[in-house]
T-cell receptor
Framework: AQSVSQHNHHVILSEAASLELGCNYS??????LFWYVQYPGQHLQLLLKYFSGDPLVKGIKGFEAEFIKSKFSFNLRKPSVQWSDTAEYFC?????????FGAGTRLTVKP | DAGITQSPRHKVTETGTPVTLRCHQT?????MYWYRQDPGHGLRLIHYSYGVKDTDKGEVSDGYSVSRSKTEDFLLTLESATSSQTSVYFC???????????????FGEGSWLTVV
């Protein structure tokens, strides 16, 4: 069965710092990869997604992610975080009919 | 807006009682999902449906059943609620259009369930 690992449970950064959140997945076939963000008290919203083509994908709010097939990774990055980026971030993989999520990384950005 | 409505949004129930959560979509999507979200566990798939009367189990299906008698509605039933089922439940849908539109999951607003 497919699975997703997010190694950082809680990341604390100051504004303007760079961000990289790790995501590794386990699945033998072709996958679609996603990052979702959940602001406090809200539902999950799609940040970006990778289906095929250029392994560097750009999403909303200045986020980007790089798919490295040989490492089974799909790390999320942002060059300069803002206080408003404080949220929980979820990596997800879809290889069959279902979609599996990582446990999430809570990002706290200090003003 | 993916046209997903969950009801009820908040519910408190007693241990041992049955509870049904409803997910309604207006987009005629084939795939529908029920997840639960708990601290430290992220989202875990309970059940999903790939068509009317076609459902399958996810990671944490014990104690839950689902039904999909029409495309727009996907019901999640806790047959006999337990305190361990206190959680936030999210319904989601997935399109089946062109590749970049399909295979993307969109979530409802969530249903907060407390079992006392």
């Amino acid at each position: 069965a497919q699975s997703v690992s997010q190694h950082n449970h809680h990341v604390i950064l100051s504004e303007a710092a760079s961000l990289e959140l790790g995501c590794n997945y386990s699945y033998g076939g072709t996958v679609n990869l996603f990052w979702y963000v959940q602001y406090p008290g809200q539902h999950l919203q799609l940040l970006l997604k990778y289906f095929s083509g250029d392994p560097l994908v750009k999403g909303i709010k200045g986020f980007e992610a790089e798919f490295i097939k040989s490492k089974f990774s799909f790390n999320l990055r942002k060059p300069s975080v803002q206080w408003s980026d404080t949220a929980e971030y979820f990596c997800a993989v879809n290889g069959n009919n279902d979609m599996r999520f990582g446990a999430g990384t809570r990002l706290t950005v200090k003003p | 807006d993916a046209g997903i409505t969950q009801s009820p949004r908040h519910k408190v129930t007693e241990t041992g009682t049955p509870v049904t959560l409803r997910c309604h979509q207006t987009e005629n999507h084939r795939y529908m999902y029920w997840y639960r979200q708990d601290p430290g566990h992220g989202l875990r798939l309970i059940h999903y449906s790939y068509g009317v009367k076609d459902t399958d189990k996810g990671e944490v299906s014990d104690g839950y059943s689902v039904s999909r008698s029409k495309t727009e509605d996907f019901l999640l039933t806790l047959e006999s609620a337990t305190s361990s089922q206190t959680s936030v439940y999210f319904c989601a849908i997935r399109g089946t259009g062109p590749t970049t539109a399909g295979n993307t999951i969109y979530f409802g607003e969530g249903s907060w369930l407390t079992v006392v």
